[in-house]
């Protein structure tokens, strides 16, 4: 499987994702450093909430072969300024997480991660595992 580096704001699913991702038990922890997991590079949010911080991610980023932006499917407002993935230069997916709790949100977010450089969109759950076999097939394919 392919190296991701997951970004998204705190709260956003990024570490449950990881857990569900590596087979292991969900455990809610607030990420304060870069985390490697496997294949799976967690971010603290506050790397995307601080646009100071944006040169970590990007060098953070050398190591990986993916970059997922991920957004919680019940959050009103998305972080991503457009053609953030062109930073990168690397294939860049969106994530949509929280997809089994009701949300209005979609489309909107939808069109935030196009509009900020994404490749291809997946909606997940990391709680009924919606979507992570997705995730994962992509991850070996590329």
Do not use: W
């Not at 997951?6 to 922890?29: A, D, F, H, P």
């Amino acid at each position: 499987m392919r190296k991701i580096i997951l970004i998204g704001r705190s709260g956003s699913g990024k570490s449950t994702l990881t857990q569900v991702m590596n087979k292991e038990k969900i455990e809610y922890k607030k990420t304060q450093a870069m985390e490697f997991n496997n294949s799976i590079l967690d971010t603290p949010g506050e790397y995307l909430e601080n646009p100071r911080l944006y040169t970590a991610l990007i060098t953070a980023s050398y190591d990986c072969d993916v970059i997922g932006f991920i957004i919680d499917s019940t959050d009103e407002r998305s972080l991503y300024p457009p053609s953030f993935a062109s930073v990168f230069n690397k294939p860049t997916i969106g994530i949509i997480t929280k997809t089994d709790l009701k949300s209005e949100n979609m489309e909107f977010h939808k069109n935030s991660l196009y509009l900020a450089g994404v490749d291809q969109i997946f909606e997940v759950s990391s709680y009924n595992n919606k979507g992570i076999d997705d995730i994962k097939s992509y991850l070996k394919s590329i």
